[in-house]
């Protein structure tokens, strides 16, 4: 019975400290692959400049939350920060619309090669981190506001009676459900809709979509705009869930690519599920695991040390391994991506 | 009553011209074919009535109207469809969904030519959901025809239909054709099976280094020694 106990505990433990961080670690990775997978689907180049997009989307959601904030407009239990994200994804929307009229189409009528596109969204990238860090700053910012726990750790010990508490902090929840929301809102459109299947019959095969009379000027538009929106999204719940630093953000470049890539690049669900393996990867592997064997294993085979794989120092170098791996082994990904 | 024509076309690819003073034409109702050997221009003629390459010389009619300088966009909404010979279906979408890509155009309601084609092509009908990916040659090459008449075309050209199909599913795709063109559309073939192409031809163009050689109706050039000779394999 107490070893019934101590395996709860340990359960608890682990949802605490791994399961749910992870969910929520990765819904917002998936949401940033997504954003990279789709325009590598219809454009063909791999976006660099897409996690500093996710810093410019994040900052007007600041800035506009700020404004907000300074009417005494707030959401009560919620951040207020939600009632800011449509607006944001305006605006970013039609920054990314400015940046793809001004830059990328210019390559894109010279029929350039992804890899000058590539090198184009390096220097996109530049400006935007330039662009954030003047305007906000380079400094950590937290922006939210609101009930920060659902259920707090004591709260929950108290309820339970267990040793182990579990704490949910409102923005996982919220994550998640954006998530799910953003995930069915973007697979029904690529599925169901005329636009939709116009994008993908021009990610599938470009010249056959232009015989059959698609617009290529409206599906790159479209692209642009998803882009926009789905790395304001993601940016925003990290932002919220973590803190915002343009630094950052230009970080989670690595995790987000790989996550693209693992999943197969332009395969959409490849992106979601490439998403939550490159969390739960980094964070299974990194996180300390003594507490958990000292409830699981009797008394005399307590561990010692800290049972780490690795330093959280390292975990970029996980996302890296696995990217390794996964191009070496398997270099299309799990869902053999390439069209969307 | 010519319905699409290619008058003294001379094109190329930046260097030498692969095709020069050629002229083909097709009147609706009809199927003309081109045949001739490796390299003839065959293909490039198709992409030059197209508009996927430009013309250094001549010029296309369709319906009357010069349509020389118009996109191959513009040609598609004015009644004409294409069938490539590589990569001619959506692989990751279903049977029906590059059915429907194929009535991108159009604005009516599509179920009705859906159902025209289901008809012709009843093999897509029990594939609608499959993949178009996971189709045999044969099959592809009808959800090919398919995607193109779902536009509703006036003229259709088809590049190589029955390259890579067994002799039974050329035979067949052939008298799919022939349905096709007994609907009043005006039809294009490029082939290299000559033989059974020139069958079903009402016109025949024999294309060599770019220019005609012989032209005639089909059975004409059938008949003719000098194409069963050099084409035929006597």
């Known amino acids: 019975m107490t070893y019934l106990i101590d395996v709860i505990n340990a359960l608890?433990?682990?949802?605490?400290?791994?399961?749910?961080?992870?969910?929520?670690?990765?819904?917002?990775?998936?949401?940033?692959?997504?954003?990279?997978?789709?325009?590598?689907?219809?454009?063909r180049f791999a976006n660099f400049s897409h996690g500093d997009l996710m810093a410019f989307g994040t900052m007007i959601t600041i800035l506009i939350t700020w404004l907000f904030q300074s009417y005494g407009l707030t959401l009560g239990v919620f951040p207020t920060a939600l009632i800011a994200l449509p607006f944001a994804i305006i605006i970013t929307a039609l920054f990314c619309v400015l940046i793809e009229k001004t830059v990328y189409r210019f390559y894109r009528l010279q029929k350039s090669p992804p890899v000058i596109l590539l090198i184009a969204s390096i220097g996109v990238m530049f400006i935007i981190n330039a662009i954030v860090r003047v305007t906000i700053g380079p400094n950590?910012?937290?922006?939210?506001?609101?009930?920060?726990?659902?259920?707090?750790?004591?709260?929950?010990?108290?309820?339970?009676?267990?040793?182990?508490?579990?704490?949910?902090?409102?923005t996982q929840v919220l994550t998640l459900i954006v998530t799910i929301i953003t995930l069915l809102l973007l697979f029904w459109f690529?599925?169901?809709?005329?636009?939709?299947?116009?994008?993908?019959?021009?990610?599938?095969?470009?010249?056959?979509?232009l015989l059959?009379?698609?617009?290529?000027?409206?599906?790159?538009?479209?692209?642009?705009?998803?882009?926009?929106?789905?790395?304001?999204?993601?940016?925003?719940?990290?932002?919220?869930?973590?803190?915002?630093?343009?630094?950052?953000?230009?970080?989670?470049?690595?995790?987000?690519?790989?996550?693209?890539?693992?999943?197969?690049?332009?395969?959409?669900?490849?992106?979601?599920?490439?998403?939550?393996?490159?969390?739960?990867?980094?964070?299974?592997?990194?996180?300390?695991?003594?507490?958990?064997?000292?409830?699981?294993?009797?008394?005399?085979l307590s561990p010692t040390g800290m049972v780490q794989l690795l330093s959280t120092d390292y975990k970029f170098a996980i996302s890296f391994i696995i990217l390794v791996v996964v191009l070496v082994l398997r270099p299309s990904g799990i869902f053999r991506g390439k069209t969307l | 009553m010519t319905y699409l024509s290619g008058k003294d076309m001379t094109a190329g690819y930046g260097g030498a011209d692969i095709i020069s003073n050629c002229s083909i034409e097709v009147s609706k109702g009809e199927i003309a074919v081109i045949v001739g050997p490796n390299g003839a221009g065959k293909s490039t003629v198709m992409k030059a009535i197209l508009?996927?390459?430009?013309?250094?010389?001549?010029?296309?009619?369709?319906?009357?109207?010069?349509?020389?300088?118009?996109s191959p966009q513009l040609r598609v909404r004015r009644g004409m469809a294409f069938v490539p010979q590589n990569k001619n279906v959506f692989t990751g979408m279903t049977v029906q969904e590059n059915l429907e890509m194929g009535a991108h155009l159009r604005e009516d309601d599509i179920k009705e030519t859906l159902n025209q084609i289901y008809e012709l092509f009843p093999v897509l009908k029990e594939k609608k959901l499959q993949l178009a990916g996971e189709l045999s040659g044969g099959q592809r090459q009808q959800v090919a025809v398919g995607r193109a008449m779902m536009t509703k075309p006036s003229a259709l050209m088809l590049d190589e239909p029955t390259a890579g199909v067994s002799p039974i599913v050329?035979?067949?795709?052939?008298?799919?054709?022939?349905?096709?063109?007994?609907?009043?559309?005006?039809?294009?073939?490029?082939?290299?099976?000559?033989?059974?192409?020139?069958?079903?031809?009402?016109?025949?163009?024999?294309?060599?280094?770019?220019?005609?050689?012989?032209?005639?109706?089909?059975?004409?050039?059938?008949?003719?020694?000098?194409?069963?000779?050099?084409?035929?394999?006597?």
């Open chain 1, 12 to 43: 608890a433990l682990l949802s605490n400290f791994v399961i749910i961080p992870a969910i929520a670690y990765g819904s917002q990775l998936a949401l940033g692959a997504l954003g990279i997978t789709l325009v590598f689907g219809i454009l």
């Open chain 2, 170 to 234: 050329m035979d067949e795709l052939f008298e799919r054709i022939i349905e096709i063109k007994n609907t009043g559309v005006a039809i294009l073939i490029v082939e290299q099976n000559a033989r059974q192409a020139l069958a079903i031809a009402d016109q025949g163009f024999v294309l060599v280094n770019g220019q005609n050689k012989i032209s005639g109706t089909g059975s004409s050039l059938l008949s003719n020694n000098e194409v069963r000779r050099s084409f035929l394999g006597g």
């Open chain 1, 190 to 209: 690529l599925q169901k809709t005329r636009t939709g299947k116009s994008m993908r019959a021009f990610s599938d095969n470009e010249d056959l979509a």
């Open chain 1, 140 to 170: 950590d910012r937290r922006f939210f506001d609101g009930e920060k726990f659902i259920i707090k750790a004591g709260q929950f010990k108290e309820i339970t009676g267990l040793n182990e508490g579990i704490a949910i902090k409102s």
């Open chain 1, 212 to 300: 059959s009379g698609v617009n290529p000027d409206k599906i790159v538009l479209i692209t642009w705009i998803l882009a926009a929106a789905l790395a304001t999204i993601a940016g925003t719940l990290y932002g919220l869930d973590k803190s915002f630093k343009p630094f950052t953000y230009f970080m989670i470049l690595l995790p987000i690519f790989a996550s693209a890539i693992v999943g197969g690049i332009g395969s959409p669900i490849g992106a979601v599920v490439g998403g939550y393996v490159i969390a739960f990867s980094e964070i299974t592997l990194t996180y300390a695991y003594k507490k958990f064997f000292i409830y699981l294993l009797p008394e005399n």
């Open chain 2, 51 to 70: 508009g996927m390459i430009k013309l250094k010389t001549g010029k296309i009619i369709l319906d009357g109207n010069n349509i020389t300088k118009e």
